[in-house]
């Protein structure tokens, strides 16, 4: 019941933040709206920031899902770390089309833009350590520090989002296909063994 609650709460939130727009809903509207009083909402929401928090990890959770299913995948690490950069750029570049209110603010806002990346910042972290690892324990990457890297590398790629949603490098000729591979390229070309 507790879970169900919480759910609804989401749901109806990410329903009125895509019609109306975050800073246009209050507390009060998703109550209502969820059938339920203010206290309800209180009781599993101290904010609009915490909900809103909720509805952007809710909306990433095909992101992360999709991001461990190519870990998990038996490919050379290299192979992984272009797959991942294709998959998160394309799996967010969904997130943000799909939300209405997600993706208003995230060309408006920088600060709710990094909040929302914040919240998945450290899995995407983690599973790219996974892949940096794997390349280092194969002798294929060199790496000092992984955790340094893989931090470096997520908030490289968050760093393209906004150009690959929009494709804004179309007029220096760079397709989305050519984003992927050039990051691609930047990175295994920086981290991988010589030998």
Same mark, same amino acid.
């Given at each position: ?117 914040? !919240?998945?910042?450290? *899995? #995407? @972290?983690? /599973? ?6 794997? &390349?280092? %324990?194969?002798?294929?990457?060199? !790496?000092?520090?992984? *955790? #340094? @890297?893989? /931090? ?6 968050? &760093?393209? %989002? ?34």
């Amino acid at each position: 019941m507790v879970k169900k609650t919480r759910d609804r709460f989401i749901e109806v939130a990410r329903s009125l933040f895509a019609r109306q727009g975050v800073e246009n809903t209050t507390m009060n509207d998703i109550a209502t709206a969820s059938d339920k009083g203010r206290r309800t909402i209180y009781t599993y929401f101290k904010s609009k920031r915490e909900i809103f928090n909720a509805v952007i990890e809710s909306e990433t959770d095909d992101l992360i899902k999709a991001l461990r299913a190519i870990v998990a995948r038996p490919m050379r690490p290299e192979q992984k770390l272009q797959e991942y950069v294709k998959a998160r750029l394309e799996k967010m570049r969904e997130v943000v089309s799909r939300n209405g209110s997600l993706r208003a603010g995230f060309f408006r806002d920088v600060r709710k833009v990094d909040r929302a990346r914040s !919240i998945i910042a450290k *899995k #995407e @972290t983690g /599973l790219l350590m996974r892949i940096l690892q794997e &390349g280092v %324990d194969n002798d294929v990457f060199t !790496i000092a520090d992984i *955790k #340094e @890297t893989a /931090l470096m590398i997520t908030n490289m790629i968050h &760093g393209m %989002d906004v150009p690959y949603i929009r494709n804004t490098l179309t007029e220096y000729g760079i397709g989305k296909d050519q984003i992927v591979t050039s990051i691609t390229n930047l990175i295994v070309n920086g981290i991988t063994s010589r030998h």
